[in-house]
């Protein structure tokens, strides 16, 4: 054998003891000085051990009983996997925050970006970073198919500068759009502006409906630097005109140009984000010299398109924001909308029902002893066929009140609920099938009341139906109505508008009404910053069938102040109403519900990015949050829940606390139906005009302000010949062209000093042998008595449009969209603040638990080190008893006097016939006290003792002494001491006094 | 059967009796282990390594037992928990190492050892099933060699004796470099 096989080998001997004495001396010497061997003594020793184990093992796992299959494959560390629980509470804040931003984003950019948004979400699901789960709950691709042609929009920039008789001073921006006249068809142009062309719409110069391809040549000119490039001054006559976007529609067939049939018209929608009801749609009409005057102006029919209702968000502003920066709330960690939702419309459902009384079969008795305060009670209420005279069951659902009305909760669901209501002289039976609801509602059903005094909802009709009747209980509403300045009455204690009343108009019924469009969210949002605006929200819900503007007009009687103010606009855009089957409407509906939907996704996507992006930084934090809860998920969910409580409350203004009604809401589920909208992305408003015609089209109002009195400015030029001059007012989009007088020309102001004027541009172009010339001089009218225009300069086309882009930054609207810009920016990181701030909160909070675990644990560890050290002592009592007993060891030997007490003898004390027969022994001579058995003292009691040289027991001690146990111990100490004597312990082959220690178990069956 | 008979049965190498009895008081280790974080999926191993440790102990002839079988075998099942999970935070491994001392300190447990033993375990799951046989029946069932040499098909005793020995070789070329990683473990 080889020479480290033979070494095993002697190790593998002297491990197994099989040496002979000589042998085991001499490699004992050799292990002493060589560390290596001992090393190696010890690994066999492990190794034989190991082995033992190993088979040990098959025959325990043969030996489990089937039912618990051991799943026994490599070691238990390995397998071991923490699982990290409260990983998602960062993620929800992290990505509610970036959300908000990416919103920001979209906003911004919706305009410029609109055509990218619309190819790049043409397949919005094959996005890589839209996980499926996802997918699942968009529920967008359906409708998202709905294309609006964007692919064949082509913007051509040619040289051509006559368009409709009007020849511009540069080449526009010619959108052309190839459309199949057969069909209805929505055009969505680069500027944002929204084109309906009905089917069959065009017809040649005979009159002959066209059915080839047309190309639809367009312009936009909704900016002022394309308004004056463009050479589109807004006159009608004499008058000034201001103008609110102009456009240029020409259906063209091979170069030719094609006529609206008869009857037919383009609906067309121009954006705008300063809505001015004075505005109407201008025909331009050429007037053979290359200029347009406006003419044959047409009212803007201000109508509403309703929208999908699940795009709609009439949560108030920044509740959403709120509750996903004070999660986690109960089990929930991330937010969604159906969270938020269920959290908003649990809110206002605060006091118990006080009482459920019951009148069997009688829905009309009276009887008002038990009425609650508004004397409203429920009489009956059974579940199923058949009714229930236990009071029990009728109490098995929950019935909270609200405001308005009874919400019950834990109903059962696929049951038919029956029950009836009184008050006063009035009853009403009311049967709520709760399969209707369960999708939404899991069980959770409002009611609400009708009274003397107040009309049935309006909308009855719509929610009676299918057994689910709604009634609006008018004077539940505690707040005093009779103050009209609702703004500043302060007696109400809840004073927002109730949610269940959101909830109940945020259904698919309402989606033929006005409740459906962006406008009345618009209106409900500033409802809910207004105190006690139930009536107010009420008046919108009786009034459906009247115009939008008439309510505003009601609504804005009953404000004073800036509420006053805010509706007072409101009605001043003379919105009026749905209207019922438009031609375009079923289309409009299509568009801006699918944009509605590109927001979200949007959104949407951006959060998956975030997500991704930074999985492995949250990652990081993740595990230091997994490592705190361990500690304390209990005290720390504590203080959130806390938090998101008082949060909510503080948000509205209110302070009582509100954790136990909170906590005992029953939450809706989330349901998959509901897609998570974000309420931020507004749609822009729009002048809507149904127009007759082809060409070029204003929307322009009266520039009355211009006609109050006179002053003139005389504008002089050295050579008027073949020249234009234009006064501009940059504020206001208008453009005057002047006519030259004997003088030159003459820009006119009213006599009296305004604001609006004071920046007044005096521009001439002039256009000769194929170049343009520019002169331009911004005045104020009311310092200036004449202007020279001497400067003229030889620009480009592109040079020219550049200047003006200079001249006229973008208009009111531009200066409008930055100024919202900024509002929102603001606002984002006011909310960023206001989440950063909570978050401080909630670390402070946990530090002080962590202060407090850290005491804690001290003192734990101090307990365990005292332990400790008892341990140790004890060890070392034990080594140092072992020295005794080790004849290498320098102590060996001191004692073992006759006299001395031997801890581990070489052969320990033995009863005789061994440890059955003391076993037995005990059992039969044990003596359970009486007194003990009566009071159930049971227990566990180690006795030590003393086997004398003789095997008698000699000092008796007990080592788990216990106050309670003495009867126990007494009967211990009595047996020990009758006992027959032992075989004594003994020590290098003499009787030794050595320690013995005994269990003695005292049970009772 | 009484504790004494388990043991008894256990010296006479009936494991499976002895096992089969001792699995009455799963659940009983089972509650306590979970009362001290145990996770579910690891429960069953704890406890079957628990049962070979008590085999392994009640074996040995100087073995005296001082409790119940059923609170020994919870004590090494706690023992080895407590050793084996890193992962316990630190209160629960407060309160677990305040409950053996209390109520388990009878139970001999080398934490140093079994944490040794579980690579040499492993170690023996990397060498060849032969040797793991021919190991098995030396040490565990106390083969002679020839007897071996036998059942196991060398062709003498002699071969079989090297081949053990070159079976032990690997399993200590293996052990020393994972041991010594165990005392000094990378930083």
Same mark, same amino acid.
């Given at each position: 054998?080889?020479?480290?096989?033979?070494?095993?080998?002697?190790?593998?001997?002297?491990?197994?003891?099989?040496?002979?004495?000589?042998?085991?001396?001499?490699?004992?010497?050799?292990?002493?000085?060589?560390?290596?061997?001992?090393?190696?003594?010890?690994?066999?020793?492990?190794?034989?051990?190991?082995?033992?184990?190993?088979?040990?093992?098959?025959?325990?796992?043969?030996?489990?009983?089937?039912?618990?299959?051991?799943?026994?494959?490599?070691?238990?560390?390995?397998?071991?996997?923490?699982?990290?629980?409260?990983?998602?509470?960062?993620?929800?804040?992290?990505?509610?925050?970036?959300?908000?931003?990416?919103?920001?984003?979209?906003?911004?950019?919706?305009?410029?970006?609109?055509?990218?948004?619309?190819?790049?979400?043409?397949?919005?699901?094959?996005?890589?970073?839209?996980?499926?789960?996802?997918?699942?709950?968009?529920?967008?691709?359906?409708?998202? @198919?709905?294309?609006?042609?964007?692919?064949?929009?082509?913007?051509?920039?040619?040289?051509?500068?006559?368009?409709?008789?009007?020849?511009?001073?540069?080449?526009?921006?010619?959108?052309?759009?190839? /459309?199949?006249?057969?069909?209805?068809?929505?055009?969505?142009?680069?500027?944002?502006?929204?084109?309906?062309?009905?089917?069959?719409?065009?017809?040649?110069?005979?009159?002959?409906?066209?059915?080839?391809?047309?190309?639809?040549?367009?312009?936009?000119?909704?900016?002022?630097?394309?308004?004056?490039?463009?050479?589109?001054?807004?006159?009608?006559?004499?008058?000034?005109?201001?103008?609110?976007?102009?456009?240029?529609?020409?259906?063209?067939?091979?170069?030719?140009?094609?006529?609206?049939?008869?009857?037919?018209?383009?609906?067309?929608?121009?954006?705008?984000?300063? #809505?001015?009801?004075?505005?109407?749609?201008?025909?331009?009409?050429?007037?053979?010299?290359?200029?347009?005057?406006?003419?044959?102006?047409?009212?803007?029919?201000?109508?509403?398109?309703?929208?999908?209702?699940?795009?709609?968000?009439?949560?108030?502003?920044?509740?959403?924001?709120?509750?996903?920066?004070?999660?986690?709330?109960? @089990?929930?960690?991330?937010?969604?909308?159906?969270?938020?939702?269920?959290?908003?419309?649990?809110?206002?459902?605060?006091?118990?029902?006080?009482?459920?009384?019951?009148?069997?079969?009688?829905?009309?008795?009276?009887?008002?002893?038990?009425?609650?305060?508004?004397?409203?009670?429920?009489?009956?209420?059974?579940?199923?066929?058949?009714?229930?005279?236990?009071?029990?069951?009728?109490?098995?659902?929950?019935?909270?009140?609200?405001?308005?009305?009874?919400?019950?909760?834990?109903?059962?669901?696929?049951?038919?609920?029956?029950?009836?209501?009184?008050?006063?002289?009035?009853?009403?039976?009311?049967?709520?099938?709760?399969?209707?609801?369960?999708?939404?509602?899991?069980?959770? /059903?409002?009611?609400?009341?009708?009274?003397?005094?107040?009309?049935?909802?309006?909308?009855?009709?719509?929610?009676?139906?299918?057994?689910?009747?709604?009634?609006?209980?008018?004077?539940?509403?505690?707040?005093?109505?009779?103050?009209?300045?609702?703004?500043?009455?302060?007696?109400?204690?809840?004073?927002?508008?109730?949610?269940?009343?959101?909830?109940?108009?945020?259904?698919?019924?309402?989606?033929?009404?006005?409740?459906?469009?962006?406008?009345?969210?618009?209106?409900?949002?500033?409802?809910?910053?207004?105190?006690?605006?139930?009536?107010?929200?009420?008046?919108?819900?009786? @009034?459906?069938?009247?115009?939008?503007?008439?309510?505003?007009?009601?609504?804005?009687?009953?404000?004073?102040?800036?509420?006053?103010?805010?509706?007072?606009?409101?009605?001043?855009?003379?919105?009026?109403?749905?209207?019922?089957?438009?031609?375009?409407?079923?289309?409009?509906?299509?568009?801006?519900?699918?944009?509605?939907?590109?927001?979200?996704?949007?959104?949407?996507?951006?959060? =998956?990015?975030?997500?991704?992006?930074?999985?492995?930084?949250?990652?990081?934090?993740?595990?230091?949050?997994?490592?705190?809860?361990?500690?304390?998920?209990?005290?720390?969910?504590?203080?959130?829940?806390?938090?998101?409580?008082?949060?909510?409350?503080?948000?509205?203004?209110?302070?009582?606390?509100?954790?136990?009604?909170?906590?005992? /809401?029953?939450?809706?589920?989330?349901?998959?139906?509901?897609?998570?909208?974000?309420?931020?992305?507004?749609?822009?408003?729009?002048?809507?005009?149904?127009?007759?015609?082809?060409?070029?089209?204003?929307?322009?109002?009266?520039?009355?302000?211009?006609?109050?009195?006179?002053?003139?400015?005389?504008?002089?030029?050295?050579?008027?010949?073949?020249?234009?001059?234009?006064?501009?007012?940059?504020?206001? @989009?208008?453009?005057?062209?002047?006519?030259?007088?004997?003088?030159?020309?003459?820009? #006119?102001?009213?006599?009296?000093?305004?604001?609006?004027?004071?920046?007044?541009?005096?521009?001439?172009?002039?256009?000769?042998?194929?170049?343009?010339?520019?002169?331009?001089?911004?005045?104020?009218?009311?310092?200036?008595?004449?202007?020279?225009?001497?400067?003229?300069?030889?620009?480009?086309?592109?040079?020219?449009?550049?200047?003006?882009?200079?001249?006229?930054?973008?208009?009111?609207?531009?200066?409008?969209?930055?100024?919202?810009?900024?509002?929102?920016?603001?606002?984002?990181?006011?909310?960023?603040?206001?989440?950063?701030?909570?978050?401080?909160?909630? =670390?402070?909070?946990?530090?002080?638990?962590?202060?407090?675990?850290?005491?804690?644990?001290?003192?734990?560890?101090?307990?365990?080190?005292?332990?400790?050290?008892?341990?140790?002592?004890?060890?070392?009592?034990?080594?140092?008893?072992?020295?005794?007993?080790?004849?290498?060891?320098?102590?060996?030997?001191?004692?073992?006097?006759?006299?001395?007490?031997?801890? #581990?003898?070489?052969?320990?004390?033995?009863?005789?016939?061994?440890? /059955?027969?003391?076993?037995?022994?005990?059992?039969?001579?044990?003596?359970?006290?009486?007194?003990?058995?009566?009071?159930?003292?049971?227990?566990?009691?180690?006795?030590?003792?003393?086997?004398?040289?003789?095997?008698?027991?000699?000092?008796?001690?007990?080592?788990?002494?216990?106050?309670?146990?003495?009867?126990?111990?007494?009967?211990?100490?009595?047996?020990?001491?009758?006992?027959?004597?032992?075989?004594?312990?003994?020590?290098?082959?003499?009787?030794?006094?050595?320690?013995?220690?005994?269990?003695?178990?005292?049970?009772?069956? | 059967?009484?504790?004494?008979?388990?043991?008894?049965?256990?010296?006479?190498?009936?494991?499976?009796?002895?096992?089969?009895?001792?699995?009455?008081?799963?659940?009983?280790?089972?509650?306590?282990? *979970?009362?001290?974080?145990?996770?579910?999926?690891?429960?069953?191993?704890?406890?079957?390594?628990?049962?070979?440790?008590?085999?392994?102990?009640?074996?040995?002839?100087?073995?005296?037992?001082?409790?119940?079988?059923?609170?020994?075998?919870?004590?090494?099942?706690?023992?080895?928990?407590?050793?084996?999970?890193?992962?316990?935070?630190?209160?629960?491994?407060?309160?677990?190492?305040?409950?053996?001392? &209390?109520?388990?300190? *009878?139970?001999?447990?080398?934490?140093?050892?079994?944490?040794?033993?579980?690579?040499?375990?492993?170690?023996?799951?990397?060498?060849?099933?032969?040797?793991?046989?021919?190991?098995?029946?030396?040490? *565990?069932?106390?083969?002679?060699?020839?007897?071996?040499? &036998?059942?196991?098909? *060398?062709?003498?005793?002699?071969?079989?004796?090297?081949?053990?020995?070159?079976?032990?070789?690997?399993?200590?070329?293996?052990?020393?470099?994972?041991?010594? &990683?165990?005392?000094?473990?990378?930083?």
């Amino acid at each position: 054998m080889r020479p480290e096989l033979e070494q095993l080998s002697r190790i593998d001997s002297y491990v197994n003891n099989t040496m002979s004495a000589s042998e085991t001396a001499a490699f004992e010497a050799e292990m002493a000085k060589d560390p290596a061997i001992r090393d190696a003594v010890e690994t066999q020793n492990l190794l034989i051990t190991a082995v033992n184990r190993k088979a040990l093992m098959a025959h325990v796992v043969a030996a489990t009983p089937p039912t618990m299959a051991p799943p026994r494959d490599g070691s238990i560390l390995s397998k071991f996997k923490w699982p990290i629980i409260l990983s998602s509470v960062v993620v929800g804040a992290l990505i509610t925050l970036f959300a908000f931003k990416g919103n920001e984003e979209d906003v911004r950019e919706s305009h410029e970006n609109l055509h990218a948004n619309i190819t790049n979400n043409i397949n919005p699901t094959k996005n890589e970073g839209l996980r499926a789960s996802l997918e699942a709950d968009n529920q967008v691709p359906s409708e998202s @198919n709905f294309i609006h042609t964007p692919s064949k929009t082509r913007a051509v920039q040619s040289t051509r500068r006559q368009f409709g008789g009007l020849e511009t001073w540069v080449a526009p921006e010619v959108q052309q759009i190839e /459309v199949d006249p057969t069909q209805n068809k929505l055009i969505e142009c680069k500027d944002g502006t929204v084109i309906f062309v009905p089917e069959n719409a065009f017809v040649d110069e005979n009159g002959d409906v066209v059915t080839e391809t047309v190309t639809l040549e367009i312009i936009e000119a909704l900016t002022m630097d394309k308004i004056v490039a463009y050479n589109l001054a807004t006159m009608n006559g004499a008058k000034a005109l201001k103008s609110g976007g102009m456009i240029y529609v020409q259906p063209k067939l091979n170069g030719t140009d094609l006529n609206l049939a008869e009857g037919k018209s383009l609906h067309i929608e121009i954006p705008t984000s300063e #809505y001015d009801s004075n505005m109407q749609a201008w025909q331009g009409v050429p007037d053979g010299n290359g200029n347009l005057n406006w003419e044959n102006p047409q009212e803007i029919e201000n109508y509403l398109v309703p929208v999908a209702m699940s795009t709609l968000d009439f949560l108030p502003f920044g509740f959403r924001e709120e509750v996903a920066a004070t999660l986690p709330f109960k @089990n929930y960690r991330t937010s969604s909308k159906a969270l938020e939702d269920s959290l908003y419309f649990a809110l206002g459902i605060e006091k118990e029902f006080e009482e459920v009384a019951e009148r069997v079969d009688s829905p009309v008795q009276k009887d008002s002893n038990n009425g609650n305060k508004n004397g409203l009670k429920v009489l009956n209420l059974s579940l199923g066929s058949h009714r229930t005279r236990n009071r029990d069951r009728a109490r098995d659902f929950k019935m909270k009140r609200g405001l308005g009305g009874i919400i019950f909760q834990n109903l059962p669901k696929n049951k038919e609920i029956s029950a009836t209501f009184y008050k006063g002289k009035q009853s009403y039976v009311t049967s709520i099938d709760t399969t209707l609801l369960q999708t939404d509602l899991v069980g959770t /059903v409002s009611i609400r009341f009708a009274t003397e005094g107040c009309d049935p909802f309006s909308m009855g009709n719509v929610l009676v139906e299918e057994n689910k009747i709604v009634y609006v209980d008018c004077s539940a509403w505690k707040c005093d109505m009779a103050d009209e300045s609702f703004a500043s009455s302060e007696s109400c204690e809840k004073c927002y508008i109730e949610p269940s009343s959101v909830f109940a108009i945020h259904q698919p019924e309402f989606e033929e009404t006005f409740l459906a469009t962006k406008e009345f969210q618009e209106r409900l949002q500033a409802l809910h910053k207004i105190k006690n605006a139930q009536p107010l929200f009420d008046l919108y819900l009786n @009034n459906l069938e009247k115009n939008l503007h008439e309510i505003d007009q009601q609504v804005a009687a009953k404000l004073s102040g800036p509420n006053k103010a805010i509706f007072e606009a409101f009605a001043a855009e003379k919105l009026t109403n749905v209207r019922p089957n438009g031609q375009e409407y079923d289309e409009l509906k299509k568009f801006y519900t699918s944009q509605s939907k590109k927001q979200q996704e949007k959104v949407r996507k951006a959060q =998956q990015e975030y997500a991704r992006k930074s999985a492995a930084e949250l990652e990081a934090i993740q595990n230091e949050m997994a490592q705190l809860r361990m500690n304390f998920l209990q005290n720390q969910q504590d203080v959130y829940a806390k938090y998101a409580t008082n949060s909510t409350n503080r948000s509205r203004g209110v302070s009582p606390p509100r954790t136990a009604s909170l906590s005992s /809401v029953n939450y809706f589920q989330p349901s998959p139906r509901v897609q998570n909208t974000n309420p931020q992305v507004g749609q822009q408003a729009a002048y809507k005009v149904n127009w007759y015609g082809t060409g070029w089209m204003n929307i322009d109002s009266y520039l009355h302000e211009l006609s109050k009195g006179k002053k003139e400015v005389p504008i002089h030029v050295a050579d008027a010949k073949g020249m234009k001059i234009y006064q501009s007012i940059n504020s206001l @989009n208008t453009l005057l062209s002047l006519n030259s007088t004997e003088d030159g020309f003459n820009a #006119y102001f009213p006599t009296s000093q305004s604001e609006m004027f004071e920046k007044s541009l005096a521009l001439g172009v002039t256009r000769a042998d194929g170049q343009l010339k520019v002169a331009a001089q911004f005045f104020n009218p009311y310092t200036t008595s004449a202007i020279t225009l001497n400067e003229w300069e030889t620009v480009t086309e592109d040079e020219f449009k550049r200047r003006l882009k200079v001249l006229y930054p973008g208009g009111r609207r531009m200066l409008k969209a930055l100024k919202d810009e900024e509002k929102r920016a603001r606002e984002a990181l006011e909310r960023q603040k206001r989440a950063e701030e909570q978050r401080k909160k909630r =670390q402070e909070e946990l530090e002080k638990l962590q202060e407090q675990w850290d005491k804690e644990q001290a003192e734990l560890q101090a307990k365990t080190e005292a332990i400790r050290k008892r341990q140790a002592a004890e060890r070392s009592y034990v080594q140092h008893l072992e020295n005794f007993i080790n004849p290498c060891h320098e102590d060996f030997g001191k004692a073992a006097s006759d006299e001395e007490v031997v801890a #581990y003898p070489d052969k320990e004390a033995q009863f005789p016939g061994g440890t /059955v027969e003391f076993m037995r022994w005990i059992t039969d001579n044990i003596q359970y006290p009486k007194e003990a058995m009566e009071k159930g003292i049971q227990g566990k009691i180690y006795v030590q003792f003393v086997v004398e040289r003789d095997g008698s027991a000699s000092n008796v001690k007990i080592m788990n002494s216990d106050p309670k146990m003495k009867l126990l111990e007494a009967e211990a100490v009595r047996l020990v001491q009758g006992m027959p004597p032992w075989k004594s312990g003994e020590m290098d082959g003499r009787k030794v006094r050595s320690h013995l220690r005994i269990p003695i178990i005292f049970t009772l069956d | 059967m009484t504790d004494q008979e388990i043991i008894q049965h256990i010296r006479d190498k009936k494991f499976d009796r002895a096992v089969r009895e001792l699995y009455k008081h799963e659940p009983m280790i089972r509650r306590t282990l *979970f009362k001290y974080g145990a996770p579910e999926t690891l429960v069953l191993e704890i406890i079957n390594d628990g049962l070979v440790l008590l085999l392994e102990k009640t074996q040995q002839p100087d073995f005296q037992l001082t409790s119940k079988l059923s609170t020994y075998l919870t004590g090494i099942c706690l023992n080895h928990w407590r050793n084996h999970s890193r992962k316990l935070s630190s209160k629960e491994k407060v309160m677990l190492d305040i409950e053996i001392a &209390n109520t388990y300190a *009878f139970v001999e447990y080398d934490d140093e050892k079994e944490e040794k033993l579980r690579l040499l375990d492993t170690i023996l799951e990397k060498i060849q099933d032969r040797c793991k046989q021919l190991l098995r029946l030396f040490y *565990f069932e106390n083969k002679r060699m020839a007897e071996i040499a &036998n059942t196991m098909g *060398f062709s003498s005793e002699k071969s079989a004796k090297t081949q053990k020995y070159k079976c032990m070789e690997k399993a200590h070329k293996l052990a020393k470099s994972e041991l010594h &990683n165990l005392e000094n473990p990378v930083a």
